[in-house]
């Protein structure tokens, strides 16, 4: 029932540009696409686990059933900079959502940094992170008993080198149901 | 406090601790050209054993940046003792100082006769018998090497020193790590810990028995403090957040933490026995990295209520925090050096991260490693040498470098990242 890999990337990676050409397709995460996010509320009509699954690429990670835990779960940062970039606010929006809406569900957080800087400060940089992402589900009306930090620091690369392409991707926080 | 806490905890990750190696070799990679030349000729009678005594002693003399020994095939003559050497040949090669010795068995062991010759005033410094078991010659001529850089420059040796560094192998969600103590040469490792999930800071307890260090492996870090003779452990704190940064107070009744339970990362100082907390800092800013002065009267740590990080001094009798680093905008992990006259740091400049030394009267930074990703210094016990963590190629990697710069050297490791070097008391 859930995605193949290949569609599931697929989606992932073009979840962005797919929201606003898979209108048709009938309940988008309304709110994730423009960017509307606060306030936007409960007013979605949901989407239908068929449509999501068998459509290949048309479930997109802002298209999620009832029950069903968000599909994009990372979101990443600028460097030394705890601030959500406009591009993910529809990934927290469709975990929010989640999580107001299953109400039995619980996150942890888990906050990274790159590698640069020393271990015990980046540890509290990539909860400064996770914070971030914390306050924002939180404005979204998302109980704060469903929520938990864990900063990992640079302790977790998500990729290895010495450049600015490994140090983008392990800039990030991770929604880990 | 929860009884699980105080509880000692059955060390069940603490198994086969002596089959799992890892030990570092050395690369020298700057060397001092105003070191001293010294001599250690091979031991009489050492072909056979376990371990070449003069080599390890050699290798010891070279590492710390004081000495220049001469390569063997540059001896002209191998003496074994002070009657027969003819101090001419050593001064035309201009040798200053002079080892020679002889090993010989004893029983199940071994006695090692050495002895220290001033070669330009041509007399003996130092002559000793030394006896080792069977596993000992290693620590024996760790011994010699203290003794014969203690009497040549009146600075105690930290050649029978040890460190401990945590490894590291694999990405993402599939990790690898583990928790080390070695030989300060990198030999002799012995794992402490291994798990899945991350491990740092470790941080020795002053009398060199404890490990204090940061675990995840309830997946949130939290402080252990582990013996290291019987392996047991204790689990010290757990609160919500971070739980990082331990750092013994020279008493060792003491260690100063970052904790977040209250919000932002603030330093505290907890009572070991009591387990009673006393909060340094009460500010929205990250707090952490606290290390504490050699006279246990202050701390400094890593802020950045001024925007970016910046060291800190906390002076425990008057309460008064001071900002202590003024150059460049990024400074923190600072450490002590013995004396307390200066601090260890890491220093971003526009290649990068380095370490630093700071003069606490003049303020005045110099940067000592020339790397561009170097973190986590960590002080020699005699303060002659400060390891940190660096990278070479792909790998990280542990090195050192003498307190005024002038000597560097690597110990590269066989597999995997190394970090996170913590250099211990000295332990005799």
Not at chain 2, 144 to 159: C, H, L, N, W
Request: with cysteine.
């Amino acid at each position: 029932m859930q995605f193949k890999p290949y569609a599931r990337s697929l989606a992932i990676a073009f979840s962005l540009a797919l929201v606003a050409g898979c209108s048709s397709t009938g309940g988008t995460q309304d709110g994730s696409m423009d960017g509307g996010v606060a306030g936007s509320g409960a007013s979605s009509s949901g989407v239908s686990g068929g449509q999501a699954s068998g459509s290949g690429y048309g479930g997109t990670a802002g298209q999620q059933a009832d029950g069903r835990i968000p599909q994009q779960r990372t979101i990443y940062f600028a460097f030394d900079s705890d601030v959500i970039r406009p591009e993910f606010e529809s990934v927290l929006a469709a975990n929010a959502r989640f999580l107001r809406e299953n109400g039995n569900a619980s996150v942890v957080l888990q906050g990274h940094t790159d590698e640069r800087g020393t271990r015990e400060y980046n540890l509290a940089l990539g909860e400064r992170r996770a914070n971030a992402v914390e306050q924002f589900l939180s404005v979204q009306g998302v109980s704060p008993s469903q929520v938990e930090v864990v900063s990992y620091g640079e302790e977790r690369p998500a990729a290895r080198g010495q450049n600015e392409e490994a140090y983008a991707q392990n800039r990030r926080v991770v929604f880990a149901y | 406090m929860k009884a699980m806490m105080t509880a000692w905890l059955t060390a069940a990750l603490l198994l086969a601790s002596q089959l799992a190696q890892a030990n570092l070799t050395i690369e020298i990679t700057r060397g001092n050209e105003s070191a001293t030349p010294i001599a250690v000729v091979p031991f009489a009678g050492g072909e056979g054993l376990p371990e070449d005594v003069a080599q390890v002693v050699h290798d010891d003399l070279e590492r710390s940046g004081y000495f220049e020994p001469l390569p063997r095939r540059q001896m002209m003559d191998q003496p074994s003792e002070s009657e027969q050497v003819r101090f001419g040949d050593w001064q035309a090669l201009d040798t200053r100082y002079l080892v020679v010795g002889s090993a010989e068995r004893e029983g199940d062991g071994y006695r090692l006769r050495y002895e220290l010759l001033d070669v330009s005033g041509e007399q003996r410094m130092l002559g000793e018998v030394v006896t080792a078991d069977a596993g000992g010659l290693r620590g024996a001529a760790h011994y010699i090497s203290d003794q014969v850089f203690e009497a040549i420059t009146d600075i105690r040796g930290a050649f029978s020193t040890r460190i401990a560094y945590v490894t590291s192998q694999g990405v993402g969600d599939d990790m690898q790590f583990a928790l080390y103590v070695a030989d300060a040469d990198g030999h002799n490792s012995q794992q402490v810990l291994s798990s899945r999930e991350p491990i740092l800071s470790p941080s020795w307890s002053p009398d060199g028995g404890k490990l204090a260090y940061v675990s995840f492996e309830t997946e949130r870090p939290a402080i252990y403090v582990q013996e290291l003779g019987s392996g047991k452990r204790a689990r010290l704190t757990d609160f919500q957040g971070l739980n990082s940064a331990p750092a013994w107070s020279p008493d060792g009744r003491r260690l100063a933490m970052s904790l977040s339970k209250d919000g932002q990362p603030d330093i505290y100082v907890m009572d070991i026995a009591s387990r009673n907390l006393q909060r340094l800092t009460r500010d929205s800013a990250i707090d952490t990295e606290p290390s504490w002065a050699p006279d246990g009267r202050s701390l400094v740590f890593t802020s950045d209520r001024s925007g970016g990080p910046q060291l800190y001094r906390h002076d425990l009798g008057s309460g008064e925090q001071k900002r202590l680093t003024f150059t460049g905008n990024y400074n923190a992990r600072g450490r002590f050096s013995p004396d307390g006259e200066s601090l260890f740091l890491i220093h971003r400049s526009d290649r990068g991260y380095q370490v630093a030394r700071q003069d606490l009267d003049s303020g005045r930074l110099v940067t000592l490693s020339d790397s561009r990703w170097d973190e986590s210094p960590s002080v020699a016990p005699n303060g002659t040498m400060v390891l940190f963590a660096t990278q070479q190629g792909n790998s990280g990697v542990l090195g050192a470098v003498t307190a005024d710069g002038r000597a560097s050297f690597r110990l590269p490791s066989a597999r995997g990242d190394v970090r996170e070097p913590a250099w211990s008391p000295f332990l005799n």
